[in-house]
């Protein structure tokens, strides 16, 4: 008689199967949200290059700027997606899945308003300010109730959330206050929102080389 135990495939214990299944919830902040961010930037620049090509004709100087600094934006908002996915590691929730989506809205409002009226683009600006924050302080969060994970780059990545944090905060606060009370021409308005991109962009990567200057344990 044939010894059927040697053939039967041991069962999976209950520890094993809760870590396999962690590990997968973990794995998707790494793949499955990475892949839906950059479907949804590339859609956000396919949309920019499309509302320049049908009314590129119609567009001045400072029309051609701001889609130049959308176009900006829309890397910038891709680069701090990639970085924080990289940085933490915590199961998606909700507000996870909402955020490229409502982020990827903003962003093709910015991209059609920035060929036809400075001041509904800086409306859209604000609005994509004021979701980043709401990111930030969501990733915040995760990573505290993920302490395993994330307790030990927090001791250095937390108090960057916290400027990136506040700085999306007073963005928001500040482009919702120019697109209601400045009476700047759009000229003058284009020309300023150079400002805030290059603000964002240079605190960001001073933000990043110190985050790896800490890695590589030169802090």
């Keep these: 008689m044939d010894d059927r135990s040697k053939d039967s495939t041991p069962t999976e214990t209950s520890d094993h199967s809760r870590t396999r299944v962690l590990a997968a919830l973990l794995d998707a902040h790494h793949t499955t949200f990475y892949t839906v961010v950059s479907v949804i930037q590339a859609t956000c620049f396919g949309f920019l290059v499309l509302v320049a090509f049908e009314e590129g004709t119609h567009y ?82 995760n990573a505290r109730i993920n302490p395993k994970e994330n307790s030990h780059i927090m001791v250095f990545y937390g108090r960057q959330l916290r400027i990136l944090q506040i700085s999306a905060l007073c963005m928001a606060a500040v482009c919702g206050g120019i697109a209601y009370s400045a009476s700047w021409s759009n000229e003058i308005l284009t020309l300023f929102s150079f400002t805030f991109t290059a603000v964002h962009a240079v605190g960001d990567e001073v933000l990043w080389l110190q985050l790896e200057r800490f890695a590589r344990g030169r802090n």
């Design 60 to 141: 001045g100087l400072s029309q051609w700027l701001l889609t130049a600094n959308t176009l900006a934006i829309i890397v910038l908002v891709w680069n701090g997606f990639v970085r924080g996915f990289i940085v933490l590691s915590y199961v998606p929730k909700l507000v996870d899945g909402v955020m490229p989506f409502a982020l990827g809205a903003a962003q093709c409002f910015a991209a059609y308003f920035a060929g036809h009226d400075a001041r509904n683009w800086y409306w859209s600006i604000a609005a994509l300010s004021l979701i980043g924050c709401i990111g930030y302080v969501n990733a915040e969060v």
